[in-house]
């Protein structure tokens, strides 16, 4: 956008809005960072085309669908607050979320871990089931359209400026969507989107199914040279099972996900609701791993770190002692000074262990939740063994290692060929190759860290942690800190916390099978009582995430 067109929008709207800068522009208009005056808050304010203000029926269709969405108050859907509507202007403005997009952060971060999908699935399931029991579909379910909330992880859903009311027919050109019009993003568009039939919530879940697809791999599934080669594409070409794609997805997930993805939408979920709970019934979203007890690991395995240096340390020392080259004095300082450091960084985990007996934590929850630290770590390496782009990086890193590999061992021939040999019987190098052998033991060290320090596999800190914190002696060592600490405060009437803290599902929601189920020939709002149920999950999963920022 031009500094005139800035310039213009600013005067044209300086009486209620301050427009800041352009957050991003896609085919139904620019979006801006803009401050509204009278409230004191920042908003992001969508300008639309200026063919779509300029026709009457576009405008009337705009105007109609911004109301629907201004009347959702759900807290995984951005929220609309104005319309601004002038002589050739048309915009809206929404809540700003203080985050980026999932297509920003894919790009940024590679593929999301199989527990982050689960989580954005059920934000987004939710979010869709809410607008569907309210008859309403969103046709543009895509990666810019979810955005992910930085404080919280949160996803929300924005832009339903194509929304539309369902329905068995296509519209006619006096309704939302005229006869034969195909709206909404190529590749993230339904099967019967495509053609212009008539859609229902099951279109939005093929929507979703795409973009887990992406949220996993980091590509678009259904790409193109065209917008029609891309439909065609939506019309014949099945995908492949997830899972060929990411070997370590849980079944249960690579099922739901190919399920979202079938052609025929009476082999997808009937609607939202029963992805939410599927989601929820395989127990796929996993627990939530508790601040104190995710600062415990961090505790843990820094010890492990010590232990294993200490170790390194004393290994190096002993095989010199008996090999007669140091006394026992000059073995003692060493061996001291590791363990004196090693048993201050105990005593100070075993304390925080001893806080979370306090804030009635126990022995399951909290090894539980160790557990559960390790896997993340799993999960994330498992996210980038498939991301292009850190598998493009890790072969950029290890070709520079084969180079200081090579360097290294150049460097030190040079410095053997410069050493002269002394009276005694050693080896001493020449001022010329001093510098050669300390460049190639710089380069042999790097060459090594390089090598070795992957993303794709365990640290040896991890592995030092699983083995000891996750093994009997760091078990025993958890449990007996917890019982003094219980013994000592006198908490063990207390309910202990037996778990990570997990999203509560309210009573009364309904459950759906896992198996493929024919819904009715025609979509229509849900009922009174499934409209509650549905209220009733969004109050948990509000007071859930409340419990969680506390």
């Known amino acids: 956008m031009t500094d005139t067109e800035l310039t213009t929008l600013r005067d044209r709207l300086r009486a209620r809005y301050h427009v800041e800068r352009l957050l991003g522009r896609g085919g139904m208009g620019a979006v801006y960072l803009a401050r509204d005056l009278q409230l004191d808050r920042s908003v992001a304010l969508k300008v639309l085309p200026t063919d779509v203000a300029d026709d009457r029926a576009l405008r009337d269709r705009f105007l109609r669908e911004t109301r629907l969405a201004a009347s959702f108050s759900h807290p995984n859907i951005v929220p609309v607050h104005a319309v601004e509507e002038q002589a050739g202007l048309l915009a809206f403005t929404m809540g700003f979320v203080e985050g980026e997009s999932l297509a920003e952060r894919v790009a940024r971060n590679g593929p999301l871990t199989g527990r982050e999908t689960v989580g954005l699935l059920l934000d987004v399931a939710y979010a869709l089931a809410y607008a569907h029991a309210r008859g309403v579909v969103h046709r543009d379910i895509k990666p810019d359209n979810i955005m992910i909330e930085r404080a919280t992880g949160r996803a929300l859903v924005m832009d339903f400026g194509l929304a539309r009311r369902a329905s068995t027919a296509p519209q006619t050109a006096n309704g939302l969507t005229r006869v034969g019009e195909v709206v909404g993003t190529p590749e993230y568009m339904s099967p019967e989107q495509a053609t212009a039939d008539a859609i229902d919530g099951r279109s939005d879940l093929y929507s979703l199914g795409l973009v887990a697809w992406f949220a996993l791999t980091g590509r678009t599934a259904m790409a193109g040279g065209s917008p029609k080669q891309v439909l065609v594409r939506q019309l014949t070409e099945r995908l492949p099972p997830i899972v060929t794609e990411r070997h370590d997805l849980p079944g249960a997930l690579a099922a739901l996900i190919d399920r979202c993805l079938a052609k025929e939408p009476d082999v997808r979920f009937p609607d939202a609701a029963s ?276």
């Open 275 to 550: 992805l939410v709970d599927a989601l929820e019934q395989s127990q796929l979203a996993g627990p939530e791993i508790p601040l104190p007890v995710r600062m415990l690991a961090t505790e843990l395995g820094t010890i492990g770190m010590v232990l294993l240096f200490a170790l390194l340390i004393g290994w190096f020392r002993l095989s010199r002692t008996l090999e007669g080259g140091n006394d026992d004095l000059k073995l003692m300082v060493p061996i001291v000074i590791m363990s004196t450091l090693m048993l201050a960084r105990l005593g100070q985990a075993l304390a925080e262990t001893q806080r979370l007996a306090k804030l009635g934590f126990d022995g399951a929850a909290v090894l539980s939740g160790l557990r559960s630290v390790v896997d993340e770590a799993e999960g994330l390496r498992a996210a980038a063994r498939v991301d292009d782009h850190r598998l493009g990086e890790r072969r950029r890193v290890l070709r520079t290692a084969l180079l200081m590999l090579v360097l290294g061992a150049g460097s030190i021939v040079v410095a053997i060929s410069q050493r002269r040999q002394l009276p005694s019987g050693l080896y001493r190098v020449t001022s010329v190759g001093i510098p050669f052998l300390f460049n190639g033991l710089a380069c042999l060290c790097v060459a090594f860290v390089l090598w070795f320090r992957s993303p794709m596999r365990m640290t040896v800190g991890e592995w030092a942690f699983r083995g000891f914190w996750l093994g009997g002696p760091g078990r025993w060592l958890i449990r007996m800190a917890l019982r003094r600490a219980e013994s000592e405060s006198g908490t063990s009437g207390r309910a202990p916390r037996t778990g990570p803290s997990t999203m509560p599902t309210p009573s009364g929601a309904a459950r759906a099978s896992m198996a493929p189920t024919t819904p009715a020939a025609t979509y229509a709002p849900a009922a009174d009582g499934r409209l509650k149920a549905l209220e009733a999950r969004v109050q948990a999963l509000e007071a859930w995430r409340n419990h969680i920022r506390s």
